[in-house]
């Protein structure tokens, strides 16, 4: 069983920076690769990022490539998000998630998720 609680969401202008934390219980962390989603309202559930188990991997959605950054610190058992260059079409709430199996692109892919945490471009 693994539990992931989200933080580090909020308000921002367009161009500005966030950087989202997820933090997981549990001493296997390790074993699992760990994504981001977002929602916004009225759309479905989209892939953001992954990473793979040892963090020598990342995978990241077209729409967001060369913007964020995702990593990871096994010793802490933490996930980060970091995401420059913000536009009001990134709105939405991001969900960190673990997962056990090979694929990552969809959340299929994934055993655990977090609450969520909620982000604000303005324009």
């Known amino acids: 069983q693994v539990q992931l609680v989200e933080s580090g969401g909020g308000l921002v202008q367009a161009g500005g920076s966030l950087r989202l934390s997820c933090a997981a219980s549990?001493?296997?962390?390790?074993?699992?690769?760990m994504g981001w989603f977002r929602q916004a309202p009225g759309k479905e559930r989209e892939f953001v990022a992954a990473?793979?188990?040892?963090?020598?991997?990342?995978w990241y959605a077209d729409s967001v490539k060369g913007r964020f950054t995702i990593s990871r610190d096994n010793a802490k058992n933490l996930v980060y998000l970091r995401m420059n260059s913000l536009k009001p079409e990134d709105t939405a709430f991001y969900y960190c998630?673990?997962?056990?199996?090979?694929?990552?692109?969809?959340?299929?892919?994934?055993?655990?998720w977090g609450q969520g945490t909620q982000v604000t471009v303005s324009s």
């Open positions: 998630a673990a997962g056990s199996g090979w694929s990552v692109l969809r959340t299929s892919d994934y055993d655990y």
């Open positions: 549990g001493r296997t962390f390790s074993t699992y690769h």
């Open positions: 990473i793979s188990r040892n963090g020598l991997s990342t």
